[in-house]
């Protein structure tokens, strides 16, 4: 049997070994340690767009 290679990447606080897609960091406790800026900035965005589209929406039937 072949097990199954993890994916580590190291902590952005500590630059410790964690593995990708952690919550916290075993070894400082950092939110999302292995969330780079790339990440953050793409959801930043999304979140920006879905709530800039959302309230278009309502906007466009509070006008109806």
């Known amino acids: ?23 916290r960091c075993p070894h400082c406790g950092t939110l999302n340690p292995s969330m780079g800026v790339k990440q953050s900035l793409i959801w930043t965005v999304s979140a920006i767009v879905m709530l800039y589209l959302a309230s278009y929406i309502i906007g466009y039937f509070k006008a109806s």
Do not use: H
Not at 1 to 12: A, I, L
Not at 15 to 20: A, D, G, I, Y
């Open 1 to 23: 049997m072949m097990e199954k290679e993890s994916k580590t990447t190291s902590c952005r606080y500590c630059k410790l070994e964690v593995e990708k897609g952690e919550r």
